[in-house]
Every structure is written in C-alpha cells, then in structure tokens.
C-alpha cells in the first residue's frame, strides 16, 4: 500500500472506528453495541474501500450479504436467545470472509477447506498489519523499530503489573489499604479518567481489527487456498467399522419396530410414551452426526466409496440407518412436543434434523451417481438457509405464538 492510497484508505476506517466508539458511550444493548454494529460498520467500510480500490472482481459474491442482512435483521427484531448469539459471533464473521474474498480473490471458492480462508482474514497478521502505518509515516527505521519495540513492550507489560499487582494487593492488607488511598486521592478525576481510558481501549481495538481486516483483504486477494488430496486408506481398515456400525443399527432397528408395536422381542417396557418421548433423544441426535461426519469424511476426504463395491453399499445402508434414527428422533420429539409444546431448543433440534434430512437426499443421489460433482456450496446454502430460518422461527415470540395455534 503506497502512501496515497494509504492517506485515502485509512480515513474512512478512522470514521468508522470514531463511529464506533461513540456508539460504545450510547445506552444500546451490548449485543448490539459490541459486536452487531461494529460488524456491519466493518462490512460497510471494508465494501466501500474494496470498491474505491477497484478489487471487485465477483459481483455475484454480494449475495452473502442477503444472509448477513437477515441474521442481524432477525436477532435485532426477535431478541434472539443466547445459544444463537453465541451461534451469530462465529456464523456471522465466517460469511463476512466469503463475502470479502468472494469479492477480490479470483482463486477463492467455496470447498471444505473455506475455514483456512476464514483465519487469513480475521486473526491472522492482526497486530503485524499496523507496520503498514509505520511504513507510511515519515520516521527513520532506527525511530521507527525503536517505538515499536516500545508499544509492544508496553501491551506485553500491562496485564503482567495488573496481574502482579492484584496478587500483592491479595497478599498484604497494607498494601491494599495504600492502594485504596492512592486511589481516593484520584476519585474526583479518577471517573473521567476511566471513561477517556475505556474510550481510547474501545477505539484501539478496533481501529486493529478494522484495519488489519482491510490489509488481509488486500494481501491475500493472489492467495491460493489447497484443496489436498485423497487420504489414503486400506478397504480392510474402514469395511469392518461400516460392517459392525450397520449391525448395531439394525440391532436397534428390529428393537424399536417390537417397542412401538407388538413387543415381539418380548422384553419388559416400563415406561411410558412420555418417557419413552423423552428418553434418549439427544444421544439419537448424537448418534446421527457421528454418522454423517463419517459418511463425509470417506465420502469427500477419500476415494474409498467411489473405488469400492462393499464400501459404497456400506455406506449406503449407513446413510439409511441415519435417515431412520432421523425418524425415530422425530417420532419421540412430537410425542415429547404434543404433551410440553415447543421450545426454542426443541424447534432448533427440530429444523437441524430436517436439515439432516436433506443432506441424506444428497449423499444418497452422490453415491448413486457415482459422486461426480462437489457438493460445497450446496452445503453452505442449507445450513445458511437453515440458520437463517433458526433465527426468524426459533425465538420465544414465535414459539409462543405456535404453542398458542396448536393448543386451541
């Protein structure tokens, strides 16, 4: 980055982090205040600089912005529960960096390995990038790596004297007492002092992350990304796994079909529909991905299923398998639900489940036509869609609104 550019770029991320910290001194949720905003204050500065800088090469990767809109759009209006918010701050930064590379890199694509692409942007080279600020600044080298050792040696110092600190005012009563007066001395300036010290930690913070997001954008818009070839894995190895594994479900298959009918296994059942609802639902739900991360893995990280007979009816019974425990948890799940209603967790489980469902079609039709085409971005459209559709079903106004129209 040149000086020019440098002097254009780096005003518009000034604006933005000032924005930023003004919002932080707002009555807002904290949510909000801390990651909602800032996130789209980021994406909203990092497009504009992207198109200033003519990087665009991918008009269609603006289309990760539809799902980004909704998710901030859902949780803002439906007050989102705590288990999506925690879901948003990882889901909503993994799509600003497909938008983002989708936009500049002419390699990128969407493929299993996206996540490599998600780290080049976000904590890679967060606080190497501010020597780009240095290189632009007129200041001799000497000066320069001198004030840099100085900033460094002063962040790396700060929670050591904290922590020293807390530890001698623990250890010695006097020395809390001392402490304490140092600090009464302050109190009438001490307020202000924090507010202004909050502000410019605030302001600092993302200021880095603003601007160390645009530098990767910048550096890694040639990057390369490796897909990696087929593991290798002897048939003797896997076979007898996928064997076993389908024996135990068919086990368990003939157990269900005699539980829910005429008992003809003729073992004791002492407990009701309700327990039975109840009973074992989450290690079905369990159960189901452990299946699937291994169908995955041999079907995308492997060649085993494609060059295989045994194998790949192996793994088409194990697809069939999941699919019925897909059904038995569903089964159970209703029953639990026409007795105690939805619940937020209860409707996620309910929308993971289909999206299971509709994942098994796709491997299915995979194998069946001999896995011919990669299957990565159709992946990432389901779950997007599903979490998107999380966010606007599973919240408590809707599942009270739907437990009200089923108990009329």
């Avoid at 801390?34 to 003519?54: E, S």
């Avoid at 002063?154 to 001698?168: A, E, G, Q």
Wanted: hydrophobic content about 55%; overall charge positive.
């Amino acid at each position: 980055m040149n000086k020019e550019n440098f002097k254009s770029n780096i005003i518009p991320i000034l604006i933005s982090t000032v924005i930023i910290t003004i919002l932080y001194n707002l009555k807002l949720v904290a949510y909000s205040k801390y990651f909602l905003l800032p996130m789209m204050l980021l994406i909203i500065t990092c497009i504009y600089l992207i198109n200033k800088n003519n990087m665009v090469i991918n008009n269609k990767a603006y289309r990760f912005l539809i799902p980004i809109i909704l998710i901030v759009l859902g949780t803002v209006i439906f007050k989102a529960d705590i288990s999506n918010k925690l879901l948003n701050i990882i889901i909503i930064p993994i799509l600003t960096s497909m938008l983002f590379f989708g936009l500049t890199n002419k390699h990128y694509q969407i493929s299993g390995k996206f996540f490599r692409w998600f780290f080049k942007l976000f904590p890679a080279n967060l606080f190497s990038n501010l020597e780009v600020i240095t290189s632009n600044v007129k200041i001799n080298s000497s000066k320069k790596k001198k004030y840099l050792h100085i900033l460094v040696g002063i962040l790396i110092s700060l929670p050591l004297i904290y922590t020293i600190l807390l530890l001698l005012i623990s250890a010695d009563i006097y020395f809390d007492a001392f402490i304490g007066k140092i600090l009464y001395a302050f109190k009438d300036w001490f307020l202000d002092l924090r507010i202004i010290r909050n502000n410019i930690i605030i302001f600092a913070i993302y200021f880095i992350i603003l601007f160390s997001t645009f530098v990767n954008i910048i550096k890694n818009k040639e990057a390369k990304v490796e897909l990696g070839k087929p593991k290798k894995i002897e048939v003797t190895l896997i076979s007898p796994a996928l064997i076993m594994m389908n024996l135990v479900f068919l086990l368990f298959l003939l157990s269900e079909i005699s539980k829910i009918t005429t008992n003809f296994l003729q073992l004791p059942i002492t407990y009701t529909y309700s327990e039975y609802a109840r009973e074992g639902f989450f290690q079905l739900l369990a159960v189901t991905v452990i299946n699937y991360t291994v169908i995955l893995l041999l079907l995308y990280k492997t060649n085993l299923v494609k060059e295989n007979k045994l194998l790949k009816y192996l793994v088409l019974a194990l697809v069939i398998f999941t699919i019925i425990l897909i059904f038995n948890s569903y089964y159970r799940m209703f029953l639990y639900i026409n007795r105690f209603g939805f619940t937020i967790l209860r409707m996620q489980v309910v929308l993971f489940l289909l999206m299971e469902l509709i994942i098994s079609g796709i491997v299915i039709k995979k194998i069946l036509t001999k896995l011919k085409h990669p299957d990565a971005k159709t992946y990432m459209i389901i779950s997007t869609c599903t979490y998107v559709i999380n966010i606007f079903i599973c919240n408590q106004l809707v599942i009270d609104l739907i437990n009200k129209l089923i108990h009329k």
